[in-house]
């Protein structure tokens, strides 16, 4: 079968390798149909995640057709359309039973690396690096999905797979992003990164009671999809984002703030340089501007709400500030088994239609092309659909 | 816990076990401790008058920054050797470091402006304090025969039913990646299988010493056994009802000859993580059925057992199978509790 497969920094090719096969009873086969580029998957092709190994096949959102199951899966028949959601957890552990699904113990093999970075490990994820079990990923023609009788969920034909793919991830991380900042009715929530998860996170926001959404990024197709989500905006190329959001609140800072950009942050100026050079030289591991700029900028007694994914260390985190004005820092991986029935029911409800988000849809076989495209932004590029069954050249949907 | 049971498995039994044949004798450890001081002294003078070190050894001004790097590992060498009980991980931390600087001196030595003379020198007394670090490290290291472990887990399941699965010691292979087989002889006495490399394999009788259910299992070889080895695993408990915390200690004390270097080979290159790795798999089995797997992982969670994470092809697959690797091959899963079910979500 065909996969996209990563072979160093911003070296990704399209390969011919072998079908996956049932490894584990619970497991089953999904033969995609869809699969979508992530902001993380970015991570990785730029090299800042350790423990990836050459030849690993990426991608941890995607859907598509059960064609095989194992003996243990008996709620998934052949011919079931699911979408399967990226962190792999088996339903049996202590923290999935308190449906912290994406700190699953049991699904990381793997979880000796993870603990020697993290202290902790947390659940095994698909295509994302051997620190999180070393499970290929979907973008690929055919996926192994290992306990398939509690993560995959069967969604209904007259959906199409651009309205419900995004319950793999990035919806319902978003949505999670939104739903620590425990919105109340009234409440200005500040959003750093427009990007695919930022902009679900705006219209969670709205969703979860939220009376004004501010969104900061710099790319003016991102804020004009957040405006579209009814967000205000801050270009923060052109504006001081603490001051514009300080007079937008009236000196008192929103309600809650979610940094939806994670690791990689650009920023103008110094702060950045001093940042890039750390990380560079592996001083840090992660760019931490967004999260430092939106501790500065949160009321007292506000929540940080971390849905951008870091990677190991950061520093000049600025904890006095969080600890006199009683801040609340909240994060995680999202739980995305606990999120997907009620998300997909908001779908049908016609709450959301998540596709808005779509701008590029591709062959499996232009996904090189669609990483360089989703890295530098490229052509208005905001959130990439991979169709392994599609041939020829890509296709413009917005 | 209770002070009247589960005295074998005790931290502090264990540790005077441990003391006896392999502490290192006084003297080793004066010389690592002044192994420890040269490292501190070297590490202040190299952070602080990086040019003077470049002058001394011949390598060109522009390496400052990196002598002061070097200062810094040295430092951190005799505040490891210092500050544990065993300094030999420091002092093997030394000898790191030695080749470290041997490989730079031999890359300055290549230098257009390099001062041969001097480097030659430099080199010279890097190579006798090597083999003083060397010594020092391999006696630290010798004293300590056998193997020992010792790691936890928690198990969401009934003290009563995990210690029953550990019981039955035929299950054991199920998760002990060097067990080929354990068969039960009755009477608590059991033949054990362990895979060696090279399709040999290491055999002995066991016998269960204390055996208290849902509480504690030890076991120790009888003599004549290929490799003399003990175990005792201790289950309670967890506060608030939340499974059963699994206590494990094992040693092995392998005899010399081609059977000690078997064995040595099996349990002695990182044992540790070779418990933690046999606990973490027997959570899988008791809590999800069976043996979780990666593509990566398919012949083993290791370093350098990792493969990419992609599918296997035919050759791969038969490998693993061969490794008993595979879960799906060896037998019926262990059932799993009908609430934990992931239909219940």
């Known amino acids: 079968m065909k996969a996209n497969c990563w072979y160093g920094k911003t070296i990704m090719r399209v390969e011919d390798v072998p079908e996956p096969q049932i490894l584990n009873q619970r497991d089953a086969i999904v033969k995609i149909s869809s699969t979508a580029i992530c902001g993380s998957d970015l991570h990785l092709y730029n090299g800042f995640i350790p423990t990836m190994q050459r030849g690993d096949i990426l991608g941890h959102e995607f859907m598509g057709e059960v064609v095989e199951v194992g003996r243990e899966v008996t709620n998934l028949k052949i011919g079931d359309r699911v979408v399967v959601p990226f962190p792999i957890s088996c339903g049996n552990c202590f923290f999935c039973q308190q449906q912290m699904f994406s700190l699953c113990e049991n699904s990381n093999p793997n979880a000796w690396m993870a603990e020697k970075m993290f202290g902790h490990a947390p659940a095994g994820i698909f295509g994302y690096s051997h620190l999180t079990g070393g499970y290929a990923g979907g973008q690929a023609e055919y996926a192994r999905v290992p306990f398939a009788d509690v993560g995959p969920i069967k969604v209904p034909e007259h959906l199409s797979d651009e309205q419900v793919l995004f319950l793999s991830d990035i919806f319902p991380t978003g949505y999670m992003g939104a739903e620590m900042c425990d919105i109340k009715p009234g409440d200005t929530i500040a959003i750093w990164g427009c990007g695919p998860v930022g902009q679900f996170s705006i219209r969670s926001a709205f969703l979860l009671g939220a009376e004004k959404v501010i969104a900061i990024d710099q790319v003016p197709e991102r804020l004009q999809m957040a405006e579209q989500g009814g967000a205000e905006t801050i270009n923060y190329l052109e504006q001081n984002v603490y001051e514009v959001l300080m007079e937008m609140t009236g000196g008192r800072g929103p309600d809650a703030c979610i940094d939806d950009v994670g690791m990689e942050a650009h920023a103008p100026g110094l702060i950045f340089a001093y940042d890039r050079v750390k990380q560079a030289m592996a001083l840090e591991t992660d760019r931490p501007h967004a999260l430092r700029e939106a501790i500065m900028c949160c009321r007292n007694g506000g929540i940080i709400s971390v849905i951008g994914v870091y990677g190991g260390f950061i520093d000049k985190f600025p904890m006095g500030s969080v600890m006199n004005r009683s801040l609340t820092i909240k994060t995680g991986q999202a739980h995305v088994q606990r999120y997907m029935r009620p998300l997909l029911q908001m779908i049908e409800n016609g709450d959301i239609d998540p596709s808005f988000v779509v701008t590029h849809v591709m062959s499996l076989d232009d996904a090189p092309r669609g990483y360089d495209m989703f890295k530098n932004k490229k052509d208005g590029c905001i959130k990439i659909v991979l169709k392994p069954g599609m041939n020829g050249k890509s296709d413009l949907v917005h | ?345």
Not at chain 2, 84 to 93: D, H, I, L, N, R
Not at chain 2, 99 to 126: E, Q, Y
Not at chain 2, 254 to 273: D, H, M, R, S
Request: proline fraction near 5%; hydrophobic fraction near 40%.
């Open chain 2, 1 to 345: 816990m209770s002070a009247t049971r589960q005295p074998i498995g005790d931290r502090s039994n264990y540790a005077a076990q441990r003391s006896l044949p392999g502490m290192p004798n006084a003297s080793v450890k004066r010389l690592a401790k002044g192994l420890g001081w040269f490292s501190v002294g070297l590490g202040l003078t190299e952070l602080l008058a990086p040019g003077a070190i470049a002058k001394i050894s011949g390598v060109s001004n522009k390496h400052t920054g990196l002598i002061r790097l070097y200062g810094l590992r040295e430092i951190a060498s005799g505040i490891t050797i210092f500050s544990q009980e065993k300094p030999a991980a420091g002092v093997w931390s030394r000898v790191a470091g030695d080749a470290l600087d041997l490989a730079s001196l031999g890359m300055a030595f290549t230098a257009p402006d390099a001062k041969r003379g001097r480097i030659a020198f430099a080199t010279a007394n890097v190579l006798a304090v090597t083999a003083l670090d060397l010594v020092c490290a391999n006696q630290l290291s010798n004293g300590n025969h056998g193997v020992h472990a010792e790691a936890s887990c928690i198990v969401n399941r009934a003290p009563e039913e995990v210690y029953e699965f550990w019981r039955n010691f035929e299950n054991l292979p199920r998760f002990m990646k060097h067990l080929e087989a354990v068969e039960n002889l009755g009477d608590g006495r059991s033949h054990w299988t362990a895979k060696g490399p090279a399709g040999m394999t290491v055999e002995w009788d066991a016998t269960i010493i204390a055996d208290v259910p849902g509480e504690v299992i030890t076991w120790r070889s009888l003599e004549d056994s290929d490799v003399d080895n003990a175990g005792a695993v201790r289950f309670q408990r967890a506060p608030g009802n939340r499974g059963t915390i699994v206590k494990v200690n094992i040693q092995y004390n392998p005899p010399a000859g081609v059977i000690g270097a078997t064995v040595a080979k099996l349990f002695g290159e990182e044992p540790q993580q070779q418990l933690d790795d046999d606990l973490r798999r027997f959570k899988q089995v008791l809590e999800v059925g069976e043996v979780v797997v990666s593509d990566a992982t398919l012949m083993g969670t290791g370093y350098f057992e990792q493969r990419p994470a992609r599918p296997a092809d035919i050759d791969e697959l038969e490998e693993a199978e061969e490794m008993e690797a595979l879960p799906s091959q060896t037998g019926t899963n262990y059932p799993r509790s009908q609430s934990a079910g992931g239909r219940a979500f």
